[in-house]
């Protein structure tokens, strides 16, 4: 394959942001709707903890190069949560990782199911759930990087462009992961490629669905993804996934922001 999984795990380095100008944001502070995305890709960035337990327990755990990545893809994630709380924190907003925790663990009965649902899911289905979990990741990605890029070109700011860039650089990798992940084991096998398409067209939803408020998901879709500019990451997307083998023609993306980015921004 060609994503280098021990050079990955050997070159992760923490994101750098103290170096930053962080007073920029009390001489310019961000505005009110900027951060409020902000806000919700923190609490995405430090629920990736959630994920990884839920993948835990799927036959992703037993692939040497899948539980590798994954650990250190989770570390990175954290890192990108801590940095967004230190500028929503410039702002008076407080997201603690730990209170992400406790608000997490307090959802209750439905989400403590969720891993063993998963679980009996997944080992129905055996290796071929590790398709679905590349793929699924490499939308999730796909659609992070997107929402940064998108976050960045709608606020100018020196600072918060580079911190953006910074996170960016790491996204891109896991992009890189994922989809390669994805392809090979998508490439001839129409079980995978079957079961990939009915898990997304069923299951998914767009990231940050499930962690905030229905009215933010929408918010945040609406704010970052309508408008020309928008519409063409939302399409890069859905064209992205639909050249993965047997995935052509779905367009969840687009069909997500559709039905859900309908409120003014
Ligand atoms: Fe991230
Ligand atoms: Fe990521």
Redesign the pocket.
């Known amino acids: 394959m060609a994503f280098d999984i021990d050079r990955y795990a050997r070159e992760s380095q923490a994101l750098r942001w103290e170096d930053l100008d962080l007073d920029a944001f009390r001489r310019d502070p961000l505005p009110p709707e900027t951060l409020r995305v902000l806000r919700y890709m923190c609490d995405v960035e430090f629920h990736?903890v959630c994920y990884l337990r839920d993948m835990l327990v799927t036959p992703s755990r037993r692939d040497g190069e899948v539980s590798t990545f994954m650990t250190i893809?989770n570390r990175?994630?954290f890192w990108?949560g801590e940095a967004l709380s230190r500028v929503l924190a410039l702002h008076g907003i407080t997201i603690e990782f730990d209170e992400v925790k406790a608000r997490r663990i307090k959802v209750g009965w439905r989400d403590r199911l969720a891993p063993v649902r998963q679980s009996v899911l997944s080992n129905i289905v055996g290796k071929d759930f590790i398709a679905v979990h590349m793929t699924w990741g490499a939308l999730?990605?796909w659609s992070?990087?997107a929402g940064y890029k998108r976050l960045a070109a709608l606020t100018p700011h020196p600072v918060l462009e580079t911190l953006l860039r910074r996170i960016a650089a790491?996204?891109s990798k896991?992009?890189a992961f994922y989809t390669t992940q994805a392809r090979a084991r998508l490439e001839g096998n129409v079980k995978a490629q079957r079961l990939v398409r009915l898990a997304l067209r069923t299951a998914w939803e767009p990231v940050g669905s499930g962690i905030s408020r229905e009215e933010d998901v929408d918010f945040v879709l609406s704010h970052l993804f309508s408008g020309p500019d928008g519409r063409k990451e939302v399409e890069a997307i859905d064209r992205h996934l639909s050249r993965l083998p047997g995935l052509d023609g779905l367009r969840l993306v687009s069909d997500a922001v559709d039905a859900r980015g309908r409120v003014a921004a």
Do not use: G
């Open positions: 990736t893809w990175e994630e990108h999730n990605e992070t990087a790491q996204e896991h992009i």
